[in-house]
């Protein structure tokens, strides 16, 4: 079965630093989602992707957070200068239809970002 | 502020018993509901997705929606012990992103 992949599974930083997740969404899909679970907390949507553009994005993706689509399979999210309140679980998601009005996500198995 | 509330619970069944979840959400315009499933430490994987009130069932899962009251529940019927997760409620309004609650966490006691 089609699967998300996300790299790495479990990352330790410094505050400060930056970081890249990185994301591989099935294959024919083109809306592409990043969320955050902080630990014991709900899951969050930070930002949606289409066509090459955001085409969402919450209050918690700020200046600090971006997304790129280098090339035709990954998908990134970068944290520029990271903060201790970013230590979360990341997923990413992805769809290849709004059925109905909303998306049915797939989600990777998730990328844990530790800032120390 | 669109909300999804859900009981934190946690919720304990007997195996075999049926495990009932609910969910209320706030936005009157949400058009799509979806009940997830989170075991600790792992991603959400769909179960069960409703966009009409009334009943759907999969299996030994049914999902329950009811707009007039901004009601969504999921029955799980024959409870096993795998079930044991913590269960998560999300909606959607036309295009716009999935807002999950906090979730119900579930046990299934052999």
């Known amino acids: 079965e089609p699967e998300v992949t996300q790299t790495p599974s479990h990352q330790v930083t410094q505050m400060g630093q930056e970081v890249i997740l990185r994301c591989v969404p099935i294959?024919?899909?083109?809306?592409f989602y990043w969320y955050r679970q902080i630990l014991g907390q709900k899951v969050e949507f930070l930002v949606s992707f289409y066509n090459n553009e955001i085409s969402e994005k919450s209050e918690i993706f700020d200046d600090q957070f971006s997304v790129e689509r280098p090339d035709g399979s990954n998908f990134t999210l970068k944290i520029r200068s990271t903060k201790l309140e970013d230590s979360a679980m990341y997923f990413c998601?992805?769809?290849?239809?709004?059925?109905?009005?909303?998306?049915?996500?797939?989600f990777g198995a998730g990328s844990r970002l530790t800032v120390l | 502020q669109k909300e999804v509330e859900q009981n934190s619970g946690p919720l304990s069944v007997p195996e075999g018993a049926i495990a009932s979840l609910n969910c209320t959400y706030s936005d009157r315009g949400s058009q799509s509901f979806f009940w997830y499933r989170q075991y600790s430490g792992k991603s959400p994987e769909l179960i069960m997705s409703?966009?009409?009130?009334g009943d759907k069932e999969d299996g030994r899962f049914t999902a329950q929606l009811n707009k007039a009251s901004q009601y969504v529940s999921l029955l799980i019927r024959d409870s096993q012990p795998s079930d044991s997760a913590t269960y998560l409620c999300a909606s959607a309004s036309g295009n716009t992103p999935l807002v999950f609650g906090k979730g119900t966490r579930l046990s299934v006691i052999a």
């Open positions: 294959s024919n899909h083109l809306y």
């Open positions: 409703i966009y009409s009130n």
């Open positions: 998601a992805s769809s290849n239809h709004r059925a109905e009005g909303a998306n049915v996500l797939t």
